[in-house]
């Protein structure tokens, strides 16, 4: 799985953050969302896919493997 | 369906048959007029969205932003009734559009990211628990409303904004008063305004002269550096948002909540059994909700397609995120509650530029309040049967008048 997030459309809500914390965070100097794991480990999968789905911005974007 | 000149438009608010139902209609009007004519209690018209997929993509076009005096558009409330909030013009009393809005959220969104809401997380479970023994010490029956979800919010952002503890009181008066347009008149609504004002005035000058690890001290901090932050009167506008944003919502989720979660106690019963549901089950009785108010209001300043049907520009659009939260095309069985429900990506926090930036504030609070309630009283009852508990008859935020429990 390959992640990736787009900053402008990102509205600093921190879902992404309270669900897959080992894959998100937010700047400390406005929120905006940052990408720690680019291709997170098989345990996070399900927490990211979440994370895209709930994002209030549509900002996460998901490459499945196929 | 187009809505001609000579229907006779829809009344909102919509009539449901019990307090925590949702109206009939919606499930009409997401199938074949997803664009409704309605009509405010202020006798204003205004276009009704009812599907996700449309609500979605009108709330993240950056062109339309919620309306205020200046234009035009159609009120909620009648004139004279309510607050200086009422009809929405001073309610976010910030910057609300383009460059200066997205510089104000960003400021202010640093203080309100996962991590630090996640590091208020004891703070608030020491409040939580103080008002549960509130609670309990007041004795059987309780109003959970009043006496657990009414303060409980407005301590977490007097903690936020840096006020000490012992002027919460004060703080949850004013707030109140600036939104409930049924118990207070306009006069007193403005009066508070300006209490809140003079005092808000004075905790700032306190935190210029010495600015602690809060938010306000914070916002005067980063000022101080690097000559960007924000002015007295953004601060004051800023204080009184969160205030106003994040007061009355929070608070009737909390009674609203609890009175899902015990109308079926099988709800609750489950949750006793496996706590660590409280997560999905707090986002499945927000997206269950279906007495928030009307939704929110966006106006076009131009032309726009919205389902296939042009609105004109100069349109006032509400969008009823509770609705759009029941829509069979996003989610599976709509009209049940599944507390492991996952995803969830219920509206009932907006979406787009202006999405609710307290959504991770508002939801570790309901968390806490639910594992506090929980683990201190597992016992926890409605104390009326659920058809007699009442509806705010508020025009911002719906809730619940009062929450009788036992435990
Ligand atoms: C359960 C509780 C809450 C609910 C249901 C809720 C819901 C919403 C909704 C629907 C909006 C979008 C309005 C629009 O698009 O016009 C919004 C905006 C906002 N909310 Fe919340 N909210 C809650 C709690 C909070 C809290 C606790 C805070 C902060 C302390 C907060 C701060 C804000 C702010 C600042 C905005 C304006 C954002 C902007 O315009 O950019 N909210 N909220
Ligand atoms: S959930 Fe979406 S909008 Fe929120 S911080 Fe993450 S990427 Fe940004």
Known sequence: MKVSVDEAKCCGAGQCVLLAPEVFDQRDDDGIVVLLAPEPAP????????????????AITLHEAP | MSPSPNDQA???????????????EWQELRRKCPVATVELPSGDKAAYLTRYDDIKALLSDPRFVRPTAAD?????????????????????????????????????????TAKRVTALRPGMTAIAESLVDNLVDQGQPGDLKATVGFPLPVYVICDLLGA???????????????????????????????????????????????PGDDLIGNLIKDSTEDGEGLSDDLLLNTGMGLLVAG?????????????MLLADRTRWERLLADPSLVRTAVDEVLRFDANFGFGVRRYLGEDVEVGG?????????????????????????PGEMDLTRAPNP???????????????????????????LLRRLPTLRLAVPVEELQRVEGLLVGGLRTVPVRW
């Open chain 2, 10 to 24: 829809m009344r909102l608010p919509l009539p449901t048959d019990g307090p925590l139902e949702a109206p009939a």
């Open chain 1, 43 to 58: 345990d996070q999968h399900s927490n990211v896919r979440e994370a895209a789905a709930v994002c209030p911005a549509s």
């Open chain 2, 346 to 372: 219920h509206m009932t926090f907006g979406a787009g530029p202006h999405a609710c930036l307290g959504q991770s504030l508002a939801r570790t609070e309901l968390q806490v309040v639910l594992e506090t």
């Open chain 2, 164 to 210: 000490p503890a012992e002027d919460r009181d004060r703080f949850s008066h004013w707030s109140d008063a600036f939104l409930n347009i049924s118990r207070y008149t306009t006069e007193e609504a403005r009066e508070s305004y300006t209490e809140f004002a003079e005092y808000m005035s004075a905790l700032i000058a306190a935190k210029r002269a010495e």
């Open chain 2, 309 to 333: 049907e042009l609105l004109p520009g100069g349109t006032t659009v509400v969008c009823s995120l509770s609705a759009a939260n029941r829509d069979e095309q996003v989610f599976a069985d």
């Open chain 2, 247 to 259: 007061h009355e919502t929070t608070a009737n989720m909390i009674g609203k909540m609890v009175s």
């Open chain 2, 72 to 112: 035009g558009a159609a009120r909620i409330a009648p004139e004279g009734a309510g607050g200086p909030v009422a009809n929405g013009d001073a309610s976010l009393a910030i910057a609300d559009r383009g460059e200066a809005h997205l510089r104000w959220r960003r400021h202010i969104g640093k203080y309100l």
